[in-house]
């Protein structure tokens, strides 16, 4: 088989600044310690200039990850260098990924520099990142609008000053996969020092494109791939990392090419950056969709039963997506519960498990048979431990089609118990705004959305609510068979968030 590719993850950078999929340091680590199971190379930890909260989520990834490259992403100036580097240093194998726009349009109205000055800042910046780390990426940002005469005299003189990986992104999604290719061919032949350092591609989904351009590139001599875990990303996304793998791996005989992703763990890290963030994956989505395996017509269906191969091109398995589905009950002992959980490739420590397995109890009484998903949605929601300042204690409401609601909600802040009363439009505004009281800060609900884990009258309802204050958006989960309790489970979450990240951490954890 021919060379490896490089798996370069930036779920946690450019996936995470994009709309909505913000997450909170326990989510950060939790991610980062998925992506180091999935067997990534390169997992991009985030932007360690951009806040102190972005500085701690890198470090800390840093000191726990292993057994991948950790790396902080830096504009090419000397303070997000310096930044960068206190962030990774004390990673097993740090890199620094420095980056400056090389496209005319960029040039003139994003940086306002000259040809001149860009090439010279993005020399000196690789250098100065060099001083600090051995493993330093350049990525010349919007390449496939600039002049590839321009590119090639860049990329050379950063290799020249140390640059180990060199990035050539379509960082607006424009390019085509020929196109692509033939700038990826074209930096091959015309900049000399290529072999001293590995090409990387970054490829952004504006014209639905980007994992067939990174795959055209792979072709063209790419060696390593930026993406992310479910195509999360600026605008329409970045670059699918399943797909990308999975064409990989399925169609062996067209690209020759290996990485070291575990595929197994592909459907867990999905449903995880699914769960974190509350965006869902549309059903049809490629590899981790939740109709990507189901054959609904009859022919598909009888083809399938005789021979899977009829109109399957990889198996569930492959991903990780159980497919023996043994069901769960109130009788299920703890051993066949814990089975389970390693089965669907989720390992928990002790006190994890313990909750989890307390709460499958009461969902087993209220639920005649526990699917998968459901055992799913218990982990993702006991697994991130978001510190509870407010714990719920109970609510009535009273509602109805002729009445005004009212609920009164009761949450426990540490010994405390406090109760307040709200009418709302319907059960579930009046419980928000009884919060609201409650809790005496001041935020917005941007976003409300229900569905069920499973099918069947006794479903788990899933509520994922997101709540805005300043510029920063909360993400909240809440489960329960009963809608009213998911709903106000999930904006006590999103508000224990609010106040976790304004430091007035003070109950347990959930
Ligand atoms: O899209 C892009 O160009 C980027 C760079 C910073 C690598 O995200
Ligand atoms: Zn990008």
Request: proline share 2%.
């Amino acid at each position: 088989m021919g060379r490896e590719i490089k798996i370069f993850d930036t779920t946690l950078r450019d996936g995470e600044q994009s709309p909505g999929c913000s997450m909170n340091l326990e989510e950060k680590l939790e991610v980062a310690k998925q992506l180091e199971k999935l067997k990534v190379d390169v997992i991009e930890a985030g932007f360690a200039i951009a806040s102190p909260g972005d500085f701690t989520s890198v470090k800390r990834i840093a000191e726990i990850i292993k057994d991948c490259t950790v790396a902080s992403l830096a504009r090419a100036l000397p303070k997000d260098i310096d930044q960068a580097w206190e962030a990774v240093r004390y990673a097993k194998q740090p890199r620094i990924h420095t980056f400056i726009a090389t496209s005319d349009i960029h040039m003139e109205y994003k940086l306002k520099m000259t040809k001149e000055q860009v090439l010279e800042q993005a020399v000196a910046m690789v250098k100065r990142a060099k001083k600090y780390c051995s493993d330093v990426e350049f990525s010349a940002e919007d390449a496939s609008r600039s002049n590839p005469t321009f590119l090639y005299q860049v990329l050379q003189a950063v290799i020249d000053a140390g640059a180990t990986v060199i990035n050539i992104p379509d960082t607006v999604g424009y390019a085509t996969p020929s196109e692509y290719a033939r700038l990826i061919r074209g930096v091959r032949e015309n900049v000399s020092n290529i072999d001293k350092t590995q090409i990387s591609v970054h490829c952004h989904d504006d014209l639905g494109l980007a994992v067939a351009n990174t795959l055209a590139a792979i072709e063209a001599g790419a060696i390593q791939v930026e993406c992310t875990i479910n195509g999360i990303g600026e605008r329409a996304g970045n670059a699918a990392l399943e797909e990308i793998v999975m064409n990989l791996h399925t169609r062996k005989d067209i690209y020759q090419k290996e990485c070291r992703v575990d595929t197994k763990q592909l459907y867990p890290s999905s449903r995880l950056i699914s769960a974190i963030t509350g965006v869902q994956v549309q059903p049809n989505k490629a590899i981790v969709g939740s109709n990507a395996f189901a054959h609904e017509s009859g022919i598909h269906q009888h083809g399938v039963l005789a021979n899977k191969s009829t109109y399957e091109i990889m198996t569930p398995e492959s991903i990780g997506l159980a497919q023996n589905k043994m069901v769960l009950g109130k009788h299920s002992g703890r051993h066949a519960f814990e089975d389970r959980l390693q089965y669907l490739g989720y390992s928990l420590d002790k006190e994890q498990l313990d909750g989890i397995f307390e709460e499958f109890k009461k969902l087993a009484d209220k639920k005649k048979v526990v699917t998968d998903r459901d055992v799913e949605a218990l982990i993702h929601q006991k697994r991130i431990r978001t510190p509870q300042v407010y714990r719920l204690e109970r609510f009535v409401i009273n509602s109805g089609n002729t009445i005004t609601s009212t609920a009164a909600v009761q949450v426990r802040k540490q010994e405390e118990i406090i109760e307040e009363v709200a009418t709302g439009d319907g059960p579930i505004d009046a419980a928000f705004n009884a919060l609201d009281k409650l809790v005496g800060i001041t935020f917005t609900l941007d976003d409300y959305s229900l569905q069920s884990v499973t099918e069947g009258k006794d479903a788990l309802g899933e509520v994922i609510v997101k709540l805005k204050k300043g510029e920063n958006i909360y993400t909240g989960r809440g489960l329960s068979t009963d809608v009213i309790e998911a709903s106000v489970k999930a904006y006590i979450n999103a508000i224990n968030k609010i106040l976790n990240e304004s430091g007035t951490d003070e109950g347990g954890e959930s």
